[in-house]
């Protein structure tokens, strides 16, 4: 419930609970459903440092796990991804009505980033114009330069000063661009260095960095002016009541009161589940004292299901050299610094071997250090910097988790063949297996040809899955013989092995078991004909 400054309360007067904003996409039934949204995550031990901040958006529905239990915290995010996330976090109530998408490659925005893209460019975050590359990796500058913009900061970053910047030997690696965004997100606490005197900013940003920039910014400043959501209060600690009850008839463990920057009141009560989180901590409710500042996230019936607390009473923007004070501390202490999660390491390739307990891959790269690689261990390796035609084998670590188009998937379902992006850990085992393509085998009819060399395959339990063929697809009729791509034919039934990845399945081979009467000619290329028995 909010209290207004300055309001006395009759005696007997009834406090009305302020409505609480949805997260987008989600209606007034969904968001009922899932009044408590995950918040902890297993595999959160990989980026301990981002534990609190992943926790409170998670809370607020506008980051989510990947499934079964996981976050894949050090998974890099795509360009459309992060727009995303900064549009769900600080565009809630702005639309994107009347915004038509420009880009020279429109063709390439996944069909669920769309919306989210056109509030984007309504909100003065991107133009509308020129070449988006949505599912390139987004870097950790373009990222604080589109977040500056969301903020309403663009006038304010371009007369920063870039003394803050000093401290980091890697800032001449800025963009000219960026450096005044880059600046002012080092001075207000957004952005943090990946160690002491680094700040990586082409570096791809992960699904940890991402939630750790947007936490920092709802607690420090509150929500955005760009923000409608109530889903989150940020202010001080006034009292702490424990006490069981229910509200709403949800059970509860006490109430918080919180005072906002604006002077308002919010007195909540804290769901019996909830999580109170100090220093990337869980800790008991009982722990926080008047003139702690938090951020607390809301469930769907206005009690408290997660407190994020700060511990800085306020914020120090001077230093010997320039960098703030409290981002020097968190470096060295290792507390909401960025730099843990950089020990992990990432090698791409083709997946050679898996069992329960090792993975072996077939290393693509650069080749730069030619075959004398062999056996060599994989220390100091990062992306696009290994070995090309090496094969290395790396033991899986106890809680390694695999992904495959942002959803989690047994680790056991990775293929042989599969195409994978894996990250290590400090012990150079493997922590997450991001698979790009995975090699895939279906069985189905043939219902639709296109003219850009897919045809759409329907397997027997309705399924219905993209095929697309190119020169290196192997095409054969029933008896073995050979055929072209333009002599299959809507109703024949195939075999397909091949790669699987966003846009399909990319055959490798495709086996017509049963085909339509005089399909291998109805295309008028005679060369077919004589192989049609």
Known sequence: MRLKPLITLAAGSALVAASMALPMGLSASAAAQSAHNQVSFRDMTQAP???????????QGIIRGVGNGLFAPNAPLTRDEALALIVRALGAGQSGQGVTLQFTDDANIPAWATRDLEVAVAMGILPNSGTLNPTGAATRQQVIVWLIAAMGLNAQAASTSTADLSGFTDANQISPSAMGAMALAVQLGLLKGTSATTISPNGTI???QMAAMLAR???RFGAPPSSTSSALVVGTVSSVAAATGTSNGE???GTVTVTE?????AIIPVASSALVYENNQSVALSTLTQGDQVAVAEDALGNAILIAVETSQSVTTSSNNGNEVENQNEN???QESEGQEQEQ????GTVSAISSTSLTLTLQGDNSQGDDGQGQTVTGQT???TVTGQTYTYTLAPDVAAIFHGTAIPVSSVTVGSKVNVHLDSSNQVSLIIVQKEQASISGTITAIGEDSKVLVQEADGTEVAVKTGDHTTITDPSGNPLQANQLAVGDVVNVSGTMGEEGLGASTIQVTTMVQGSSTSSGDQSGGSSDN
């Open 345 to 348: 390491q990432a090698v791409e």
């Open 261 to 265: 920057a604006d002077g308002t009141i």
């Open 383 to 385: 992306y696009g910097s």
């Open 49 to 59: 440092w981002a534990t609190e901040d992943v926790a409170q958006l998670a809370a």
């Open 251 to 253: 059970a509860t463990i």
């Open 206 to 208: 992960t699904r940890a």
């Open 332 to 334: 060295q202490n290792g």
């Open 217 to 219: 910014g709802q607690r």
